[in-house]
């Protein structure tokens, strides 16, 4: 069984795509349903639409259940706009959005960004989403993940909140991790790498344990299961730099699989063993910490459960 040693990190998403909402407070006992086509003056399928586009929300959270029990003095919000669609995309998972900025998932096999004409991307997803939510904002590309590592994503909404990230990330981001499936089996439970990176003419990326001009980046690491051929490994970053995880695991002589530039053509399940699995982030306007967390990819777990064939 795996194990794990992170902490118990919920995402907390809040707020829809237009920010404006009618507001009522509960006055008695009913579902959530029967409430809203009481008080709220719309047809039954327009209010069913609403809740299932997430536009429903008891006390400040998003609720989409047609018999959530509401009780006197709580606060209801409903979206005015006529549309509460959620993203739909097979590569871009929407996991928080507010009014400065968006969290999302990513699916393997997109860019962060564009990078030609005609290459998928998170940023032109986005873009579209906000189009079609009739939003008057762009994403703003304020990190990056590898078009083959999944995981967590802030994008902002606004030019000011791309430069309040960006200014001051390593203060703002308190918590980044990953996990990864390593080539062969780690016999150290946890530790630390800490080198500087740079990178060649070539564009690959090479480690020093002098300075040799790049940038100083610090890795931490923690072994969660093992097999003779494979460990599940849960990296905290300290830095932030061009492929560190995926150098330093090779340093570790125990590289990420399935990591074609990197790697020693070790794969398992056919894409790059690497998931940005926790992000936690002071609110860059209104400094709230936020919190969020996706669960291990199964296909990183089942090749360490017994039997299991690949």
């Not at 609720?63 to 739909?88: A, W």
């Not at 560190?244 to 020693?264: E, F, L, S």
């Not at 609110?283 to 990819?297: A, D, G, K, L, S």
């Amino acid at each position: 069984m795996v194990k794990s040693y992170s902490k118990n990190i919920k995402a907390n998403p809040r707020g829809t795509a237009s920010g404006q909402y009618s507001k009522y407070v509960v006055d008695a006992e009913a579902p959530l349903l029967d409430w809203l086509l009481t008080h709220v003056g719309e047809s039954r399928s327009k209010v069913k639409a609403t809740l299932c586009g997430r536009g429903i929300k008891v006390d400040g959270k998003i609720v989409t259940q047609f018999d959530y029990p509401l009780k006197p003095g709580m606060k209801i919000s409903v979206s005015k706009t006529k549309r509460n669609e959620t993203l739909k995309s097979r590569y871009v998972k929407l996991v928080y959005e507010d009014r400065y900025l968006v969290v999302v998932e990513k699916n393997v096999g997109i860019l962060s960004m564009a990078a030609g004409h005609s290459s998928l991307n998170v940023k032109t997803v986005l873009d579209d989403y906000f189009h079609q939510t009739k939003q008057n904002c762009q994403a703003h590309v304020v990190h990056r993940l590898d078009r083959e590592t999944s995981g967590l994503m802030i994008y902002a909404k606004d030019k000011k909140t791309e430069l309040a990230l960006e200014a001051d990330w390593h203060n703002i981001v308190f918590d980044r991790r990953y996990v990864a499936v390593l080539s062969g089996e780690m016999i150290d439970n946890e530790g630390t790498i800490a080198n500087w990176l740079k990178d060649s003419k070539a564009y690959i990326t090479y480690s020093s344990p002098t300075d040799n001009g790049g940038k100083y980046a610090v890795t931490h690491y923690y072994a969660l299961d093992r097999t003779p051929d494979y460990s599940l490994v849960e990296f905290k970053l300290e830095t932030g730099r061009k492929n560190q995880i995926r150098v330093h695991a090779a340093d570790m002589g125990h590289p990420v699989c399935g990591d074609p530039k990197y790697g020693n053509g070790d794969d398992p399940i056919g894409r790059l063993c690497l998931h940005a699995f926790v992000l936690c982030f002071y609110h860059p306007v209104t400094h709230e910490p936020m919190e969020f967390q996706t669960p291990v990819p199964r296909s990183f777990t089942q090749i360490f459960q017994p039997n299991t064939s690949r």
